[in-house]
């Protein structure tokens, strides 16, 4: 449909022509030989990027972080992370079939988790208490609301990490949003975990891929899990072009994500008082309260008008901005969903 105003996810974004003549223009080799030239340009980047020494390029976040969740943790050991958080979410149990990991949830403050209360839950380590082996953080936070934790949060979550002798694990599948939103160094936030994911696919606009980024060590055993998991990929140049053309355009660009989401949420909620709370919109994602109106009568409206958003919950729409939908079509669905709140 000509005009549709996709906000369901910032994984809806096609390819620019930029990003496809880049990929046309691929140099390719067989990635599992490690002979991809566009593979390991985009891994040293990447790693550069966060001034880590190593990266691996996955097809997923999910698999990015399961990959992670191998190598950090033991079968029999437990992950804390926060209860909404994409890996108890969204993961279809993977990090039980796959890690072999029991889960531990702690309810944060808009997704995020705070060290002092992490520290309060963990149990003492000693047998027969089940060992901590990880303790998991979104940045930025999907369900919270694209909440960030920030370089003072996770440096403390660092610390209590340390203290504990347990790896802190970094689901960065929107890092780059959080880092255009503080203008934190990816340097200093990459050196607090000891492992961590990003995406390529989500605001950053590429068609596929994550990188899984540590230390060299960390690195050289996660591609063998990308292995056993199916995800090494032989002419992969082809995606990693994408993600290279993403890092190099479309990084600063967030900032007008951002932008969008809070012009949304200003015109909600100076609409309908209560739906939303502007102060907490601090990157591309914003929810709204539709109460007393059913969020799923919303989206089927609004859908209608060729605005699509979703309905996360009974009355919580979610509206995610990204490249794909400008400042002209993010107005129009704020008109829509204030319509049909109103309505
Ligand atoms: C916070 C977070 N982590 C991980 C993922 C998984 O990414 P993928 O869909 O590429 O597997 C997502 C997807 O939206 C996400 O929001």
Redesign the pocket.
Known sequence: MSGLVDLR?D?VTRPTPGMRAAIAAAEVGDDVYGEDPTVCALEEEVAAHFGREAAVFVP????A?QVLLRVLTRPGTELVCESDA?VVA?EVGAAAINAQVQTRTLDGDRGRLDADRVRAALRPASFPYTEVAAISV?ETT?RGGGAVHGLDRLRALRALADERGVALHG?G??LFNALVATGEPAGEVGATFTAFSV?L??GLGAPVG?LAVGDAAAIEEARLWRRRFGGAMRQAGILAAAGRYALANHIERLAEDHANARAIAHRVADACPGSVEPATVTTNIVYVDTSPRSAAEVVDELRVEGVLVGAMGPNLLRLVTHLDVDAAGCRRAADLVVAACRG
């Open positions: 996810s994984t997923s976040g999910l698999m972080t994409h969204y979104e999907n689901d599948a929107r995406c696919s989500k994550s």
